[in-house]
């Protein structure tokens, strides 16, 4: 087993969550910046980090990385790092790119001189010519970062957002790495109840679900590193069977869904069936003010619509007063909501606890936290 540099790709705001998620996994040699956490591991950490992270978005095997401000420079260095050690003889390899405040800002040109830097090396290693690639494929990217490039493979293939559950709908879900990450954020624990009241197609219930059963989220599902003779099989397996003897099926949820929009809700039964949740989540349809629980504590977790999307600010303010109201009630609970809408306690009629910039897409928003009372605990 070889000793690699892996980084779990992130979206703005969640690096300390998937910072935790990865030092859970037993990786604790973690450099955190912005949009990404870079671990030390071997072959095994890449089959278990891709199937244990539930808020990254990708795992990238870092091969590289260096000063550039020539295309000189930029096609020496890349050719001079060990790409024979990862890519064969028929390895198919696109180059990805991205260049942030440096000198080198033309990103296909960029592309072009790795590719070509790497198909020299190739040449040197294989003694040949001329590269089919048609056999597993590797994604490279380069980025630029102030002059600094990173170069790297990704493992994951689909983006890690896809846990194999959701049906394709027009209709415009929480990505399921962010609707995790809340869940985390709350803080709420499975012998306590959960509703989301704005539920739509039920990630958030969903994503706590599989949190609570300590499902991976990589379970039912395929990476792109699986088709990779780099990896032994035996690891994935062994990953494979982690996951499976970590699975607590059998654990009882309080885990409720509700909304006011039929086809969304029947898209959330859909995707809970797919999920082998069927049995273990509560849709409802009904509107928000209507939300009631016979459980004493609880958390309200939800991403409410947005201003734009309901037309006028009037609507948005009347829903986030229906919102405090149902919280209100259930006076002992927590409220945690993502949103852009700006100054939402007033309408919620009370001061959040905590706010946090988070970004859903590209859409700055917050996530408000209101959190109850601590449970007395007999
Ligand atoms: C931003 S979407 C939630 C998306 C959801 N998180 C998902 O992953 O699909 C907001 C949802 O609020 C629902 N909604 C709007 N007004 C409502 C009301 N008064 N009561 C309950 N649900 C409402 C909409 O039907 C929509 O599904």
């Known amino acids: 087993m070889s000793k690699l540099e892996l980084i779990a790709t992130t979206a703005f705001g969640l690096e300390a969550i998937v910072a935790?998620?990865?030092?859970?996994?037993?990786?604790?040699?973690?450099?955190?910046?912005?949009?990404?956490?870079?671990?030390?591991a071997d072959e095994l950490g890449i089959c278990r980090a891709n199937m244990w992270l539930r808020c990254a978005e990708r795992v990238l095997?870092?091969?590289?990385?260096?000063?550039?401000?020539?295309?000189?420079?930029l096609f020496q260095q890349t050719k001079a790092l060990p790409w024979e050690n990862?890519?064969?003889?028929?390895s198919q390899f696109p180059v990805n790119g991205k260049s942030i405040k440096s000198k080198l800002f033309s990103v296909s040109d960029c592309q072009a001189i790795v590719k070509k830097a790497i198909v020299e090396k190739l040449k040197e290693t294989y003694n040949c010519t001329?590269?089919?690639e048609t056999g597993p494929r590797y994604t490279i990217e380069v980025a630029l970062l102030k002059d600094i490039v990173t170069l790297t493979i990704d493992?994951?293939?689909?983006?890690?957002?896809?846990?194999?559950?959701?049906?394709?709908?027009g209709l415009a879900p929480l990505k399921e790495t962010l609707a995790a990450a809340m869940v985390y954020l709350s803080y709420w624990y499975s012998d306590r109840a959960l509703i989301d009241p704005f539920c739509g197609t039920g990630t958030i219930a969903i994503e706590a679900a599989l949190i609570a059963q300590n499902r991976a989220p990589g379970l039912k599902r395929n990476f792109i590193s699986e088709s990779w003779p780099n990896i032994p099989k035996?690891?994935?397996r062994e990953a494979w069977q982690e996951a499976l003897d970590l699975w607590q099926r059998e654990i009882p949820l309080h885990i409720y869904g509700s909304d006011i929009d039929s086809n969304a809700l029947r898209l959330a039964r859909i995707n809970s069936t797919q999920a082998g949740l069927a049995e273990k989540i509560h849709f409802q349809?009904?509107?928000?003010?209507?939300?009631?629980?016979?459980?004493?504590?609880?958390h309200l977790i939800t991403n409410p619509p947005y201003g734009e999307r309901i037309g006028t600010n009037e609507n948005a303010g009347k829903l986030y007063k229906e919102l405090g109201k149902t919280f209100k009630n259930l006076e002992?609970?927590?409220?945690h909501f993502l949103t852009n809408q700006s100054y939402p306690e007033k309408l919620i009629g009370r001061r959040w606890d905590k706010s946090r910039k988070l970004f859903n897409g590209r859409l700055e928003c917050h996530f408000y936290q209101f959190f109850g009372p601590k449970p007395i605990r007999n």
Request: positive net charge.
């Open 61 to 73: 095997v870092k091969i590289g990385s260096f000063k550039a401000v020539t295309f000189e420079e």
């Open 332 to 335: 002992t609970w927590s409220l």
């Open 155 to 169: 493992t994951s293939g689909n983006g890690l957002h896809k846990r194999g559950y959701r049906q394709l709908t």
């Open 86 to 90: 990862w890519l064969s003889i028929d």
């Open 234 to 236: 035996d690891f994935w």
């Open 285 to 298: 349809r009904l509107p928000v003010l209507e939300v009631r629980s016979r459980f004493k504590y609880g």
């Open 130 to 132: 001329w590269f089919e």
């Open 20 to 40: 935790r998620e990865l030092k859970n996994l037993g990786y604790d040699r973690l450099t955190v910046e912005n949009g990404r956490i870079t671990f030390i």
